[in-house]
C-alpha cells in the first residue's frame, strides 16, 4: 500500500491545474468554436483547492504523532466536548484520536488565508510559519500580497462568476490570460517547496 504524506498528495492535486492548462493548449490548436478561457479558470481553482488540502493534510499527518507530553502549545490548548473523553478513554492508539479531533475541527475550515493558515500549522507544532520560509521582511511581504490575491481571483471565480461585479461593468468576465495561470501554477508549487524546505517532518 502506498504511503502518502501532504507533499505527495498535493502533487498529485495539483496535476488537475497543469491539465486543465494542458487541454486549454490542445483545444486551443484545433481551434474549436469554445471560450475555453473557463479552463484557465478551473486551473485556480483546483491550484488553490491543491494548496488548501495541503495545509489540512500538513497537519493531519503530523498531530497524530503526539504524545501527551510533548504535545506543542496550540494543540495542549485544544478544545473538546467532555463527552469525547470516552472516546480518548477507550482508544488503543491515542494519537488516531488526537488526529481524528483535529481533522474535524478543520473540515469545516478553509486554509486559504495566511492567518487561518498559520493558526493551524500550529496545532502541529509549526510555528511562525511565514517567518520561517521567508525570513526576509520585504519578499514575505511580497509574497503574502501575492497570495492574498491568489485567493481574492479563485473567489471571484467560485462566487462571482468571474465576472465584474460594479453597476457600470455590464458584469463583464474578468480577463485571464495562460501565462498569468501558468504564473499562479508555478507560485502554488514554489510555496509548498519553501514549507516543506522549512518544515520537512
Not at 483545444?27 to 494548496?51: C, G, Q, T
Not at 493531519?60 to 504524545?67: A, E, T
Not at 507544532?125 to 503574502?144: C, F, M, V
Amino acid at each position: 500500500m502506498t504511503v502518502h504524506s501532504a507533499k505527495s498528495l498535493f502533487d498529485q492535486n495539483i496535476q488537475s491545474a497543469q491539465e486543465c492548462l494542458d487541454l486549454f493548449d490542445g483545444l486551443s490548436k484545433l481551434k474549436v468554436n469554445v471560450n475555453l478561457d473557463w479552463l484557465l479558470r478551473a486551473a485556480i481553482v483546483f491550484a488553490v483547492s491543491a494548496l488548501d488540502t495541503y495545509f489540512h493534510d500538513k497537519v493531519k499527518y503530523k498531530v497524530g504523532h503526539f504524545s501527551l507530553n510533548d504535545l506543542p502549545p496550540q494543540l495542549a490548548n485544544f478544545q473538546i466536548p467532555i463527552r469525547e473523553l470516552v472516546t480518548w478513554d477507550e482508544a488503543q492508539r491515542k494519537g488516531n484520536v488526537l488526529r481524528n479531533w483535529v481533522t474535524d475541527h478543520l473540515s469545516v475550515r478553509p486554509l486559504q488565508s495566511p492567518t487561518a493558515i498559520a493558526d493551524a500549522m500550529k496545532l502541529a507544532g509549526y510555528e511562525s510559519l511565514w517567518d520561517r520560509i521567508e525570513p526576509n521582511k520585504t519578499h514575505k511581504q511580497a509574497l503574502l500580497e501575492k497570495f492574498n490575491s491568489l485567493i481574492k481571483r479563485r473567489n471571484q471565480i467560485s462566487h462571482e462568476g468571474d465576472r465584474e461585479q460594479s453597476r457600470r461593468s455590464g458584469k463583464k468576465l474578468r480577463e485571464i490570460t495562460r501565462d498569468s495561470v501558468e504564473t499562479t501554477i508555478k507560485f502554488v508549487e514554489d510555496l509548498i517547496v519553501k514549507v516543506e524546505t522549512a518544515f520537512p517532518k
